[in-house]
């Protein structure tokens, strides 16, 4: 049989422990990957020390383990990748597609802290280096859920940063570099990276890499409205309760509860999982709750 072309990855930064909303990306993009008979790969985005938190990286490959959610290659590590991102920052630099900027938030205040050309009125020592982003800087693309869409990136984002002033790398050139170093075709991940998507398309232009697929499922928030989130908190995934929990994923990714039921194992859930899963009813919203309120009701979870 063919290898499959598919290659999805799940990319956790290490700013605390999985809750539900990590494990709506991460078992979604599994279960995608797997449907295609592609591959899948865990990715650590440990970039950026001053939000990181001691223990979270090794906590979290941990918990993909007991989840029973197994890379198909090594896990990367961002922190061994330093000099992929300085061949291509250089690579950007040299082509006049990237330059050092100067400018504080001070200076960008009056813009909406949009960069769209240099007014710092003094050197910095250490300065930024943002990619230009020129005047045709309208991207669109299908996003495999949530539809075609648009971002003007000069006009709603500017010339963005790929190495901070203090030095770190940005997100936004080590995704790039890394998706394309890994042979990523198909990127599945939560909704509050949409409005990422074009800038990572034009830095994927920029350096001549290809652009992967990309599936933006629904962003889990809590019953107040607000984003799950790692680093304030929400509630973390339990080992001990690592059925429950793929259930309850399973449902909020918009497939029949009933499916599972059968189940009593982790293996025999993820079996039933593939065996069942259906792409067309994964729900095409930006956000969804993470109890909704008849589960809360019957107790199902
Ligand atoms: N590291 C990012 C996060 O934890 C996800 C990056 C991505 O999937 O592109 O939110």
Known sequence: MPASPYRGRFAPS???LLHAGSLLAAFGSWLLARHAQGQWLVRVEDLDPPREVAGAARAQLEMLGNLGLHGDAPVLWQHNRHDAYEAALKQLLDAGLAFECHCSRSDLAATGGIHQRCVARVRRADPAVRLRVGGDSIVTFQDGLQGAQRQDVQAEVGDFVLRRADGCWAYQLAVVVDDAYQGITDVVRGAD?????PRQ???????????PRYLHLPLLL???GHKLSKSDAAT?????????QLRATWALLGQAPAALDAADSLSRTLQLALQHFDPAALPAQRQIYAAPHNR???GAD
């Open 201 to 211: 398309i034009l830095l994927q232009r920029a350096l001549g890499l290809p652009t």
């Open 222 to 224: 809590d019953a107040q």
């Open 14 to 16: 290490p700013t605390g």
């Open 296 to 298: 809360v009701a019957t």
């Open 236 to 244: 973390p995934l339990d080992a001990d309760h690592a059925l429950p």
């Open 193 to 197: 990276l949409l409005d990422s998507t």
